[in-house]
C-alpha cells in the first residue's frame, strides 16, 4: 500500500485567529477517502491559531507563541479526534522536531510507533513540537519538518495543501501574468535563493520554505505535490482518480 503524507498549514486551517471548521471538516473528510486507500500521515499547523483564541497573548514574543501553541495542541487535537471519529476513524499525536529526525536512534524510535499506528490503521497527526523546538514556530510552518517525515518515514508523496494552487513562475499575488508549472524535477540555485517571505503572522512559510521541501526530497529521488487546500478537487483527482489536472508536482526525472 502506498504512503501519503499530507501537510496542511495555518492558513487552510485557520480563519481571524481561530480554526476554520468548515474547512477542518472537508479536509478531514478528503484525508478518510485517501486512508481507504492509502496509509496516511497528517502533518498538521493550527496550534498558535487554536491557542490563540483562549490565550491572547503578544504573539511578538517567541514565548508567548511558545505558549499560545501549547493551548491550542490539545484543542486542535480534539477537533480533530472529533471530526475522524465521524469517519470511524482513530488518530494519534506525534509532536516532533526536526532533530528528532537528525538523529538515527530518536528517527527510529518515532519509526516505530508510526509503523505500529499505520498497521493498525490509525492515522498519526504530527505537528512541530513546539516548546521543545522553535524552526517551525518561528520560521517553516511545519513545511519542512513535513519533508523529513516523508522522506524519514518512507512516504511515496508528500502533498502540501496550500494557499495557493500550485508553484508559480513568479508570485501570483505580485504577477497577474504569472503562469503555473505543472511540473518541476529540479529546484535552480536561483529558486533556492528566493527569500523567505512570510505571509502572515500564523503562517510562517511561504513559498521558499516549500521549494526547500521540494529540493530535499527530489535530491532524494521522492515527489512532491503542491495544490489548493481551500478547494481539495485538485488533491483529490490527482491522489483518488489518478489525474493531475491543477496543482504542481514536483519529481525526479525518469531516466531511460
Ligand atoms: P501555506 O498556507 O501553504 O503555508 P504560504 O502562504 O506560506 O502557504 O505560501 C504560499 C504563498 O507564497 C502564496 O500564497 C503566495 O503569496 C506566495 N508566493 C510567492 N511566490 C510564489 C510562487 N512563485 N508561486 C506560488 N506562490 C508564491
Known sequence: MKRVVVKVGSHVLSEQNRIEKTRMMNL?????LL??????????????????????LDKNFISNRQAIASVGQPYLM????????????????FLLTASDLDSRKRTKFAKNAIEVCLKNKVIPIINENDTTATDELVFGDNDQLSAHVAYYFNADILVILSDIDGYYDKDPRKNSEAKIKKIVHQISEDESKIPNEPTDFFATGGIATKLKSADFLLKRGKSMFM????NLNDAKSFLLNEEHQGGTLFCPKMVD
Open 28 to 32: 478531514v473528510e478528503f484525508v478518510s
Open 35 to 56: 486512508h481507504d486507500r492509502y496509509e496516511v500521515i497528517l502533518v498538521s499547523s493550527g496550534a498558535v491559531a487554536a491557542g490563540y483564541s483562549k490565550l491572547k
Open 227 to 230: 495544490c489548493d487546500g481551500f
Open 78 to 93: 480534539r477537533e480533530y479526534q472529533k471530526k475522524f471519529e465521524k469517519f470511524e476513524k482513530l488518530t494519534a499525536q
